[in-house]
């Protein structure tokens, strides 16, 4: 019974720390921790603190936090910094129906 309990808790712990997968769609060009990413679809992996854009070929990390708050999010919202630049630097994305939010930049 002990070892059955500790298999679950295995099993359960193991599929928590997967990676997830998001899929968003970037309406200007961004910048993501200083790499230059096109408007399109992008699939976003988030594995444990590091988020990675991909389409197609074109790739792009960035550290990142995932955020829990207590509704879900009517659509998909992006945030960005212009750093005094006028390039808009990608600072936040929250999913729409989730109630999950990837805050970039950060360790």
Known sequence: MIK?????FGVLAMTLASAQTFHVTLLQATVLNGT????????????????????????????????????????????????????MHLTEIRLQGTNTKLVFGQN
């Open 36 to 87: 230059p990413l096109k408007a399109g679809d992008y699939s976003v992996k988030v594995d444990g603190d590091k988020a990675t854009f991909q389409r197609g070929k074109e790739t792009a990390e960035s550290p990142v936090k995932i955020e829990r708050e207590l509704q879900k999010y009517p659509s998909t919202i992006f945030k960005y910094s212009t750093e005094g630049t006028g390039t």
């Open 4 to 8: 059955k309990l500790a298999l679950g």
